[in-house]
């Protein structure tokens, strides 16, 4: 028997915010499509993600960030990943994020950020695609 492996995926919440309905929603929708998911609840620093990320052995990231530190959240995740040899982990993430700041973003190395209006198939559908890439390129 030819086993298929699942993607896992680490839905993380950092930072003070406490509305998590979206990550919530984000990390069914994943799941329901076949991927192996890990929310890692409210409240979480960079810190903790990167660590429980590299534990779980994931193949992205997803942050769900509403609280305006979108700016320090993502880079300090990519600083730890970095720092600990795991910036092939893809991250990606969503949230009231403004524009310029989506730019500024991709260049730190986020692959994608979602704002409001994104369907969760859009999200499910990039996620597929940016891993068969990752895997395309190891």
Same mark, same amino acid.
């Given at each position: 028997?030819? %086993?298929v492996?699942? =993607? @896992? ?9 406490? =509305?998590?309905?979206? &990550? ?6 994943? @799941?329901? #499509?076949? /991927? *192996?998911?890990?929310?890692?609840? +409210?409240? !979480?620093?960079? *810190?903790?993600?990167?660590? &429980?990320?590299? !534990? *779980?052995?994931? $193949?992205?990231?997803? +942050?769900?960030?509403?609280?305006? %530190?979108?700016? =320090?959240? /993502?880079?300090?995740?990519? *600083?730890?990943?970095?720092? !600990? =040899?795991? $910036? ?12 310029? $700041?989506? #730019?500024?973003?991709?260049k +730190?190395?986020? #692959? ?21 890439a990752?895997?395309a390129?190891?």
């Amino acid at each position: 028997m030819n %086993a298929v492996r699942r =993607h @896992r995926i680490l839905v993380g919440k950092p930072g003070l915010d406490g =509305h998590d309905r979206g &990550a919530k929603v984000i990390a069914r929708a994943l @799941r329901d #499509a076949g /991927f *192996e998911v890990i929310y890692t609840g +409210l409240h !979480q620093t960079p *810190e903790m993600i990167v660590s &429980a990320a590299i !534990q *779980e052995d994931v $193949d992205a990231i997803g +942050l769900s960030i509403l609280s305006g %530190a979108h700016m =320090h959240l /993502f880079s300090k995740v990519k *600083e730890l990943l970095t720092a !600990q =040899h795991a $910036d092939d982990i893809v991250v990606f993430g969503g949230g009231i994020i403004p524009d310029d $700041d989506v #730019a500024a973003l991709a260049k +730190l190395g986020v #692959a994608r950020i979602f704002t409001p209006g994104a369907t969760t198939t859009e999200i499910v559908a990039w996620l597929r695609a940016a891993l068969a890439a990752r895997e395309a390129h190891a």
